[in-house]
Nanobody
């Protein structure tokens, strides 16, 4: 069983950058495709980005394409979400999630139900 812990959230101004980290314990992350999701109050959990277990493919939702970058460091057992040019609409709780599926297309990775393991979330607030 893998346990995930997100960190790096905070309060920033529009245009600033943040780097979120998702650290794992219990099992090595190299066996998992990883996703980042976010959720605002009253909204459904929304796909943000994902990276395959090899790191060879990365997927993004349209609204963050070109601003956010997902990466992984399996030696550190950590996945990152670099967020640049932040906007107030990016305000949410950000969650990382792990999936052991060997099939990890963009469509598959974008669905929260396809992940068995979740972190507790980290708050990102972007002021205008």
């Amino acid at each position: 069983q893998v346990q995930l812990v997100e960190s790096g959230g905070g309060l920033v101004q529009a245009g600033d950058s943040l780097r979120l980290s998702c650290s794992a314990s219990g099992r090595t992350l190299s066996s998992y495709g990883m996703g980042w999701f976010r959720q605002s109050p009253g909204q459904e959990r929304e796909f943000v980005a994902a990276i395959t277990l090899s790191g060879g493919s990365k997927y993004y939702t349209n609204s963050v394409e070109g601003r956010f970058a997902v990466s992984r460091d399996d030696a550190e057992n950590t996945v990152y979400l670099e967020m640049n040019s932040l906007k107030p609409v990016d305000t949410a709780v950000y969650y990382c999630a792990a999936s052991q599926s060997l099939y990890f297309s963009h469509n598959y990775a974008s669905r929260p139900g396809n992940y068995a393991h979740w972190g507790q979330g980290t708050q990102v607030t972007v002021s205008s």
